[in-house]
């Protein structure tokens, strides 16, 4: 297991930027392919982006593609997410995750650590 922690949520007006940062401890935070998720109210969870163990690649869900960017530190421990010209449907609480090896878009998928949130709300 890791221990993941979130922090950089906050309140931003439409057009904004938020950089979101996850700290993991615990084992090898490079054996990790890392996530970000979100759940707006009464939704279901769902996948933003994905970077893989060495940060080479990355995937975006299509709602983000453009104006997120994932990337991580391995010297640092710690993956971090870029957000850019905020819109209101981007607000909701959003999670980091750690996956041995593999990435998943999936969150009911097994992951090896779960953030505790960070709220991001975006106003019009």
């Given at each position: 297991?890791?221990?993941?922690?979130?922090?950089?949520?906050?309140?931003?007006?439409?057009?904004?930027?938020?950089?979101?940062?996850?700290?993991?401890?615990?084992?090898?935070?490079?054996?990790?392919?890392?996530?970000?998720?979100?759940?707006?109210?009464?939704?279901?969870?769902?996948?933003?982006?994905?970077?893989?163990?060495?940060?080479g690649?990355?995937?975006?869900?299509?709602?983000?593609?453009g104006?997120?960017?994932i990337?991580?530190?391995?010297?640092?421990?710690?993956?971090?997410?870029?957000?850019?010209?905020?819109?209101?449907?981007?607000?909701?609480?959003?999670?980091?995750?750690?996956?041995?090896?593999?990435?998943?878009?999936?969150?009911?998928?097994?992951?090896?650590?779960?953030?505790?949130?960070?709220?991001?709300?975006?106003?019009?």
């Open positions: 297991q890791v221990q993941l922690v979130e922090s950089g949520g906050g309140l931003v007006q439409a057009g904004g930027s938020l950089r979101l940062s996850c700290a993991a401890s615990g084992r090898t935070f490079g054996g990790y392919a890392m996530h970000w998720f979100r759940q707006a109210p009464e939704k279901e969870r769902e996948f933003v982006a994905a970077v893989s163990k060495e940060g690649s990355s995937s975006y869900a299509d709602s983000v593609k104006r997120f960017t990337s991580r530190d391995n010297a640092k421990n710690t993956v971090y997410l870029q957000m850019n010209s905020l819109k209101p449907e981007d607000t909701a609480v959003y999670y980091c995750a750690a996956r041995l090896w593999s990435s998943s878009r999936n969150p009911d998928d097994l992951f090896d650590g779960w953030g505790q949130g960070a709220q991001v709300t975006v106003s019009s």
